[in-house]
């Protein structure tokens, strides 16, 4: 099972732009659908975006749709969360996933703070 590793996180000003990264470890991601969720304080965990294995498709949430890009790198082992015009709403612990038909790991989170 692959171990994952989020890190990008940090504080940041409405309008702003960070970049978050997923390592895996032990496995290769090449073979996992990979995605992006989110946990506010005192919400559940949702959807962000996804990306298919070989990276042709992906989806996205509408909250974050237009600003934020999904991206992976096989080679790397590494799948990208590109965020841009950030807002207060987007404050939340990014967590990543990889998931087939019946492993769902999840990476530890990495906190994303916006402020107004």
């Known amino acids: 099972q692959v171990q994952l590793v989020e890190s990008g996180g940090g504080l940041e000003h409405t309008g702003g732009s960070l970049s978050l990264s997923c390592v895996g470890s032990?496995?290769?991601?090449?073979?996992?659908?990979m995605g992006w969720f989110r946990q506010a304080f005192g919400k559940e965990r949702e959807f962000v975006a996804t990306?298919?294995?070989?990276?042709?498709?992906?989806s996205y949430a509408d909250s974050v749709k237009g600003r934020f890009t999904i991206s992976r790198d096989n080679a790397k082992n590494t799948v990208y969360l590109q965020m841009n015009s950030l807002k207060p709403e987007d404050t939340a612990v990014y967590y990543c996933?990889?998931?087939?038909?019946?492993?769902?790991?999840w990476g530890q989170g990495t906190q994303v703070t916006v402020s107004s």
């Open positions: 032990g496995q290769s991601i090449s073979t996992y659908n």
């Open positions: 990306i298919s294995r070989s990276g042709g498709s992906t």
């Open positions: 996933n990889a998931r087939d038909l019946v492993i769902s790991s």
